[in-house]
């Protein structure tokens, strides 16, 4: 929201709860005493910047929503892909990768599969994170690329080692264990 808005809007939200037009020769508009205003954000997100103390202060409630894994799941059909969400989450929360990981982006991850195969998935997937963080989230989903497709019902191609030691490829393989 422009500064210039936000600094409008201060009056609304504190106990004066009523907006000074400057442009309309300083006309005062009272809000109604059952307006209830509700804003949300998704911090940490690039494009984003933290709400200053002012702005914070305007608003008598605030609250914090961490993922719902119950209801993610009913959404996201990989196990697999679950994981690997919950683990990139411990690393942003860590600070160790900088881009967030949506609910979005799985579903997105996932239909990619579905309609344009695992690999198009994952290197999609790979494009939303910032260059400096796409070798580490690679390792973590090439590492559970396999069973990712299982679940999506994908065949996938992956190495296996046969008991002479040679590498040969076997495609639709379900269920693998990485």
């Not at 409008?8 to 205003?37: C, T, W, Y």
């Not at 494009?47 to 702005?55: F, M, R, V």
Request: without cysteine; glycine residues 4%; charged residues 30%.
């Amino acid at each position: 929201m422009p500064e210039r808005v936000k600094t409008v809007l201060f009056s609304l939200l504190d106990k004066r709860r009523e907006i000074q037009l400057m442009d309309k020769d300083g006309e005062v508009i009272k809000a109604h005493p059952n307006l209830l205003i509700i804003a949300d954000m998704n911090p940490g997100y690039r494009g984003t910047k933290p709400l200053n103390e002012a702005e914070k202060d305007r608003y008598a409630h605030k609250l914090d929503f961490n993922y719902d894994k119950n209801i993610e799941a009913k959404i996201i059909k990989s196990k697999a892909l679950l994981e690997l969400a919950t683990n990139l989450r411990a690393a942003f929360d860590k600070e160790e990768i900088v881009t967030p990981i949506s609910t979005r982006s799985l579903v997105a991850f996932m239909e990619n599969a579905t309609e344009l195969g695992i690999d198009y998935a994952v290197y999609s997937f790979l494009n939303g994170f910032h260059e400096s963080e796409r070798n580490a989230v690679r390792l973590a989903v090439e590492t559970r690329k396999a069973n990712i497709a299982a679940d999506l019902g994908q065949d996938v191609e992956v190495l296996k080692q046969q008991p002479d030691e040679k590498v040969v490829f076997t495609s639709s393989l379900h269920k693998a264990s990485i």
